[in-house]
Nanobody, 121 residues
């Protein structure tokens, strides 16, 4: 069984920083694209940033210049460094993995359970 587990969320003041981690566990051979999404109360889930297996990245306009996505393929781990946080960044942050090849199987998409990020003004 393959799982994604996020960590690093919490409460921070506006202007502060947090670093989120997403670890994929299981007998994994490879993961194609990975991404961070967020969902604020009453809003739809939105893409924050994504990264391919070749480390090509993309960002939502709202976080460009403030957030940095990265990954360590050898550890099946993805990170999101969030700087200059704003109250509007408050949301549950989810990680997603696509095209996951495992021992004996394949997963098109896997989601983590989410980690809460709260930014106070």
């Amino acid at each position: 069984q393959v799982q994604l587990v996020e960590s690093g969320g919490g409460l921070v003041q506006a202007g502060g920083s947090l670093r989120l981690s997403c670890v994929a566990s299981g007998r994994i051979f490879s993961i194609n694209a990975m991404g961070w999404y967020r969902q604020a109360p009453g809003k739809q889930r939105e893409l924050v940033a994504s990264i391919t297996s070749s480390v090509s990245t993309s960002y939502a306009d709202s976080v460009k210049g403030r957030f940095t996505i990265s990954r360590e393929n050898s550890k099946n781990t993805m990170y999101l460094q969030m700087n200059s946080l704003k109250p509007e960044d408050t949301a549950v942050y989810y990680c997603k993995a696509e095209s996951v090849v495992v021992d004996g199987g394949y997963y098109a998409t896997i989601w983590g359970q989410g980690t809460q990020v709260t930014v106070s003004s």
